[in-house]
């Protein structure tokens, strides 16, 4: 890994032994992407690779010269407006109206390691020789504006790091419109698209489409990532697979209004840009402030979709997520909200974790309803203490109570809504966001807190720091469940209006950040109406998600194949529930519940008194199954197999340990066949020098399951399985690989 500028070329290079990234100062002193890519030799002058050309109806940046235009010139952070016509990553305001930047090379630094950003989540290293970041200095003389972009590099991941922070050291207020995170000009526009979008209870869908001239973006103006669109899109060759072909990933680390776009002009050449939305966006400069962008990654692959999410799996994992619970197994638990909703007391709650605790749970949660006059969802948001009419000795005695019967305990907080029925509204009207005169929207009949007020978010972390202080409380599910409307805040003037979005999601992390940091110990999980607010920003600091709010066994299989394309296993908070299941009311096995749930941090959300005998022994298997490998489920190299949006009616993934010795596979059937054919699946990520015990049985070398593949064939209907099971509709089956 290196980072090399050539100063007779003005040419930076940052090469590892995945990647290539080649910067150049243009003519114009601005900054020009060169190249993006596999690795190449490094070389003094790169300038052959700055194509320029006369081209009728364009403008040209020097008088005299018909040849360099930045209309036609890839760059690294453009603006509009000085020969480029096409989407900016910079706007900015200025007193006499001009939106007009020149953003200049100035300076440079290469550095060991990774700064933090202030504020705002990012990746990070522990080691200073695990990367380089180089920081270019640009200026806007006219305007006293610096302009920093970040660029750090990886050495052992074909990943890099972007940000750029803005720096007002004139003496006018300056107003930042757009600033993006990163902007990566591509040299032909022979990509397919790939984005992951849907809504409540059916998110991260794959969707692919092949690029064409014009622009196709994904973005949110909700105030949350959001159920609709990620902050993650893939550029991909049409001959990509999974297991082959290059692909580029980019992830936005924020969890707020974003945007990723790709424009292709009509040259076909592609402008890939991403960061938060400018849509509503105004951040006010005033001489002497700065302002820090969010973090954008970029993975590039040559060894298909798993490649790329490979890297960012491990990125993700092991140098995002933060803190105690980063690297440990999680603990399996049990939710009350489906068995109970509103409907309990201290001892109905006390008898479930009874049976909990008997078939093997090691924590149990308390979910809505514990706090205010919380009887419904009319009132009590934003009073965190405890309602003494369901529980007679707060949460201090549940917790006593669960902690004696040898479990952990967990809370259910969503700290950033109010009720108008609580005492928090009637005491602080003003801590609400609307806008004068106008009339205040409700979700699920709650609003939105003011976020962007530090007194705000003081006083919600004064009590739940009371409870996490006083009570035994090993985790936290941190819940959000509407969008921001009406967007105002009474506390900002006029002309910083459009900063609350942004400043909404900055007291987000303040207060995570607080949490985290005094409460290290404490596992907090996001969620946000499910996978509402399913992004990197909150890894950052709660290591796993609860991936969807629908959790039939059927609908989770693409929702969590969407989602492993960028996010860990171990990231993904996935449940055994009831049947009829609450979302979509369909009844499928126990198994096949437990056989897609078992591929993420595992739990429950039923009453397991009320299961048969028979079913109360298979919950108990499960459990013993997911204490035996969680390490390798949460942990290990996941692949995909067979997507279930490519074909209809079967599925399949599977993961492997680090020493390659031990793999579990996932194999997913959504309806039964009638003489049927034959089916098998290549297995990935084996020794092929091992030989493989399956299910204790059947024996087989590495290179036979990967070449030939594992047989998957059902018997015809009626008949039994090779494994002596009668099929079904909605069957699956987890295969257990042992190296002998």
């Not at 907090?524 to 629908?550: H, N, T, V």
Request: glycine share 8%.
């Amino acid at each position: 890994m290196q980072i090399i500028f050539h100063e007779s070329s003005r040419t930076f290079h940052l090469q590892n032994n995945d990647i290539s990234y080649i910067i150049k100062v243009l003519p114009n002193d601005q900054l020009g992407q060169l190249y993006f890519g596999r690795p190449v030799r490094d070389r003094e002058n790169f300038d052959h690779l700055l194509e320029m050309n006369h081209r009728p109806m364009t403008s040209y940046v020097f008088e005299g010269n018909k040849m360099f235009s930045l209309d036609h010139v890839k760059q690294e952070y453009p603006s509009y407006g000085t020969t480029d016509f096409r989407h900016p990553a910079v706007e900015i305001a200025q007193p006499n109206g001009s939106r007009i930047t020149n953003f200049t090379y100035h300076s440079y630094s290469i550095s060991a390691g990774k700064p933090a950003l202030d504020g705002l989540p990012a990746t990070y290293t522990e080691q200073d020789d695990e990367a380089q970041t180089l920081t270019i200095t640009l200026r806007d003389e006219l305007l006293g504006a610096d302009l920093e972009l970040s660029y750090t590099l990886f050495a052992d991941r074909a990943a890099l790091a972007r940000s750029a922070r803005f720096t007002n050291n004139g003496c006018m207020d300056l107003h930042l419109t757009t600033a993006m995170s990163l902007c990566l000009d591509l040299p032909d526009m022979n990509y397919e698209w790939l984005q992951f979008s849907g809504a409540w209870s059916r998110e991260r869908h794959l969707k692919t489409r092949r690029l064409e001239q014009g622009i196709q973006s994904v973005e949110s103006t909700r105030g949350t990532s959001s159920h609709n669109h990620n902050p993650f899109v893939v550029l991909k060759r049409p001959e990509t697979t999974e297991f082959s072909g290059e692909a580029i990933g980019f992830s936005l680390i924020y969890s707020g209004n974003f945007l990723a776009q790709a424009e292709v002009d009509t040259w076909n050449t592609t402008r890939m840009t991403m960061g938060i939305n400018p849509f509503g966006f105004d951040w006010k400069l005033a001489p002497g402030e700065a302002f820090q962008t969010p973090e954008a990654v970029i993975v590039f692959s040559t060894t298909g979709l798993n490649g790329m999410s490979q890297t960012f799996h491990k990125l993700y994992q092991k140098r995002l997520a933060r803190g105690y619970w980063r690297d440990r197994a999680r603990p399996i638990l049990i939710n009350n909200w489906e068995a109970t909703y509103f409907d309990f007391t201290e001892d109905k709650l006390v008898r479930i974790a009874e049976a909990a605790k008997n078939d093997g749970v090691e924590l149990f949660v308390l979910d809505d309803g514990w706090f205010g006059e919380r009887c419904n969802d009319f009132a009590g948001l934003g009073d965190w203490f405890a309602n003494t009419d369901r529980l007679a000795n707060g949460i201090t005695g549940l917790a006593e109570r669960i902690d004696a019967l040898g479990m952990k305990f967990g809370l259910w907080f969503e700290p950033e809504m109010v009720n108008k029925d609580s005492d928090l509204y009637r005491a602080h009207p003003d801590w609400m966001i609307c806008t004068p005169n106008r009339r205040a929207s409700h979700g699920r009949n709650q609003f939105v807190l003011d976020y962007s007020r530090k007194e705000v978010v003081d006083y919600i972390y004064g009590m739940m720091s009371k409870i996490l202080s006083e009570a035994k409380v090993s985790y936290i599910k941190w819940d959000m469940n509407r969008c921001i409307t009406e967007a105002y805040s009474a506390s900002l003037p006029a002309d910083r209006q459009g900063e609350l979005f942004h400043r909404y999601i900055l007291g987000v992390y303040d207060l995570y950040d607080r949490l985290t940091t005094n409460f290290p110990h404490v596992l907090f999980e996001s969620c946000a109406s499910g996978g509402g607010r399913f992004d990197p920003g909150l890894l950052y600091y709660a290591p796993q998600g609860w991936a969807s709010d629908d959790s039939d066994a059927i609908e989770r299989i693409k929702i969590q194949y969407g989602t492993s394309m960028c996010y860990p296993i171990s990231s993904i908070g996935a449940h055994v529930s009831v049947v009829p299941n609450h979302q979509v009311f369909r009844v499928t096995p126990i198994e096949t519940r437990a056989n897609v749930a078992h591929f993420g941090t595992f739990g429950y959300e039923l009453d397991l008194n009320k299961l048969t005998e028979e079913e109360r022994e298979k919950v108990r298997e499960q459990i013993r199954f997911m204490k035996q490998y969680r390490e390798v489920l949460q942990f290990g190299t996941f692949y995909r197999l067979i997507s279930p949006f490519e074909n209809s009616n079967f599925a399949s993934w599977m993961v492997v340990s680090e020493d390659q010795k031990t793999a579990l596979v996932g194999y997913y059937k959504i309806l039964n066949e009638v003489n049927g054919p034959y089916h098998r699946v290549k297995l990935c990520g084996l020794n092929p020098e091992f030989s493989y015990c399956v299910d204790g049985e059947s024996v087989h070398y590495g290179d036979e399951l990967m070449h030939i593949g594992l047989l998957t064939t059902d018997g015809a209907a009626g008949e039994l399985t090779p494994d002596k099971r009668k099929s079904t509709d909605f069957d699956s089956r987890i295969f257990v690989l042992h190296a002998e």
